[in-house]
């Protein structure tokens, strides 16, 4: 089992890219689709999914399992926690994509109604993304989004957290004033040196590798050293 740090898993980025080639894009196309399974194995066939994502390498994962989830025939909501003119690079790429599928998009309001329809209209079986933010995170987190997580935890859903539960400090495991209280968590290249803490327990529920498709050899030299 590989262990990762904040600053390791930003240099696997850097260096797929710069190193091998392997160009963004590719690499969250391989983390998305494994988050839209993950997320099928919670779900009936045909039912319905609310990815929330922000405007991050993150959020475009996430929008990435929009896609493959709307084309698996469920009924995908998109709930974005900013403005779209904030997203930007691969993950603005893949908004446009949502965009051209006409996947239904609502863009966050401070009273949080969207999330509040979405979870008063749902089942009990559909699930939540949440595609958030992800390990690059290190500040405490303000109103809406604070609000939103907070909602989204007393709701009786299973959420599926990209990477990391948002909120959630990689590199120590505290909650940054809130996080998502996740049913599983899809963490990419091995595990963060934060969900060795015993205060992150309550928010990762079960842990799954992602590969992202970075070579194994990268992974081994970014990864801590034990």
């Known amino acids: 089992m590989l262990w990762f740090s904040r600053a390791g898993l930003m240099e696997v980025d850097r260096r797929a890219v710069e190193d091998f080639g392997i160009e963004v894009p590719v690499l969250m196309e391989n983390a998305g689709r494994q988050v839209a399974e993950v997320a099928r194995s919670y779900m009936m ?12 390498n993150n959020g475009g994962d996430g929008l990435v399992a929009a896609r493959h989830l709307a084309n698996r025939g469920h009924q995908v909501q998109i709930l974005l926690i900013c403005d779209e003119s904030k997203f930007t690079g691969a993950a603005q790429k893949q908004l446009q994509i949502v965009r051209k599928m006409e996947l239904p998009v609502v863009i966050l309001p401070r009273q949080n109604d969207a999330l509040i329809r979405w ?9 939540v993304v949440d ?16 609000d939103l997580i ?3 935890n007393n709701a009786n859903h299973r959420v599926i957290s990209v990477d990391i539960p948002s909120g959630l400090d990689c590199d120590t495991g505290q909650a940054l004033g809130i996080a998502v209280q996740a ?16 205060d992150a327990i309550r928010y990762l529920g079960q842990i799954s590798i992602g590969d992202i498709g970075a070579p194994v050899a990268l992974l081994q030299a970014c990864a801590e050293k034990r």
């Open 45 to 56: 066939e045909g039912s319905a999914v609310l990815i929330i994502a922000g405007a991050g």
């Open 119 to 127: 979870l008063e209209n749902s089942d009990v079986g559909d699930a």
């Open 131 to 146: 595609a958030m933010f992800g390990t690059g995170l290190n500040r405490p987190l303000d109103a809406p989004v604070k």
């Open 150 to 152: 907070m909602q989204l």
């Open 183 to 198: 049913a599983h968590t899809v963490s990419f290249c091995g595990m963060k040196i934060g969900f060795e803490s015993a």
